[in-house]
């Protein structure tokens, strides 16, 4: 009975190792995908949405204050550079100009009168400085007058739209309240934000071109107009770029858009791989490395340039070469220098790996 105990006894254990065994290995021999890594050369795309917005988008105000005679255009209507927009009534304004230009008429009478007494020695210096510095002053102030009562009309500052109009006839409005907000009607502006690794390789940029859902199939060339060099809230640099008229279809203000910005690759040896084969840990980025030789695979650091919009990221490495194989999923289940098993790659006769 004893011998028989021990028999049973060494036979649990050899299946426990034998267990254990097969359990490290299934551990050890994790199924992973691999993927190749290829060079990066001449120019690359990036991708960032943006929004339509006009070149000119501004609210117009009147520069004296005064009740609101008459608004001469309705919303949305298309006006043209000078065009009467909106008047104040210039009751007040007349009369103070009326009031003024008679006293400047008595003035300069007068001023007149003294300077040819002084030509003629008629008159003290003093009294000919007082003329001369009088007649100054009084035709400053009729010319204010004569501007103030000019102010009571708003014009159009450039062709384009009225996009609304913020008060009605008879309302009362200070100097320098919006009144009427106008768009401009020239080439419309596109308006992009790049993050700060972007933003540092803005002199590699080399042409854009923005694109719209509604209208598949075309490519809107764009300029660069400016990129603002102090980031906002959300650490994005600003960057308008003019669409350039070549006679289709113009897009409006208001519109989203997608725009590619094509950069050169420069001298940093640029790399691509798949975004899923990057692994973040600590702060550092790293990919495993497939040698097939052996079945193994070893950490490498990279440093991610920047993400791409087919699923791959472009990155860099002095430890890496073009051609050589990566893990592009499975990366957080494995250890350096662990034995990998490559998932099969799917042929056209067996789809989806049914077979």
């Not at 990036?46 to 004296?64: I, M």
């Not at 419309?188 to 790049?194: A, C, K, Q, R, S």
Request: hydrophobic share 35%; proline share 5%; aromatic share 8%.
């Amino acid at each position: 009975m004893k011998l028989f105990c021990c028999i049973i006894l060494g036979a649990f254990m050899v299946m426990s190792a034998s267990c254990s065994h097969n359990s490290k290995e299934t551990r050890r021999m994790q199924t992973v995908k691999i993927d190749t890594v290829f060079s990066v050369e001449g120019q690359t795309p990036l991708q960032f949405p943006g929004k339509v917005k006009a070149a000119q988008d501004v609210n117009l105000s009147f520069r004296v204050s005064g009740t609101i005679g008459k608004i001469c255009v309705e919303d949305g209507a298309r006006v043209r550079k000078g065009q009467l927009l909106a008047q104040l009534d210039p009751t007040d304004y007349r009369i103070q100009l009326e009031a003024t230009e008679a006293e400047y008429q008595q003035v300069k009478a007068e001023a007149e009168r003294v300077m040819a007494l002084y030509k003629d020695n008629g008159t003290t210096p003093n009294a000919n400085d007082k003329a001369v510095y009088g007649l100054k002053q009084i035709t400053a102030k009729y010319q204010h007058h004569k501007d103030q009562l000019e102010y009571t009309n708003l014009y159009a500052p450039f062709d384009g739209f009225v996009q609304k109009h913020l008060f009605d006839e008879h309302e009362t409005v200070g100097a320098g309240m919006p009144v009427i907000s106008m768009i401009s009607q020239g080439a419309p502006e596109v308006e992009i934000n790049l993050p700060a690794a972007e933003y540092i390789r803005r002199t590699q940029f080399t042409r854009y071109h923005a694109t719209f859902d509604i209208y598949p199939g075309k490519f809107y060339p764009l300029e660069c107009i400016s990129i603002t060099p102090k980031a906002n809230a959300n650490q994005l640099y600003s960057m308008r770029l003019r669409i350039v008229q070549d006679g289709r279809p113009s897009p409006y203000p208001g519109m989203n858009t997608m725009v590619t910005v094509f950069c050169s690759a420069g001298d940093m040896h640029s790399l691509s791989v798949s975004s899923g084969a990057v692994l973040q840990k600590n702060g550092k980025a790293a990919v495993f490395v497939y040698d097939p030789s052996k079945g193994t695979v070893r950490s490498c650091e990279v440093t991610v340039l920047r993400l791409l919009t087919n699923g791959r990221s472009v990155i860099t490495s002095d430890a890496l070469q073009p051609g050589e194989l990566v893990v592009s999923s499975g990366v957080h289940h494995i250890e350096d220098g662990e034995v990998v098993k490559p998932l099969p790659p799917i042929t056209s006769t067996n789809v989806g790996g049914l077979l």
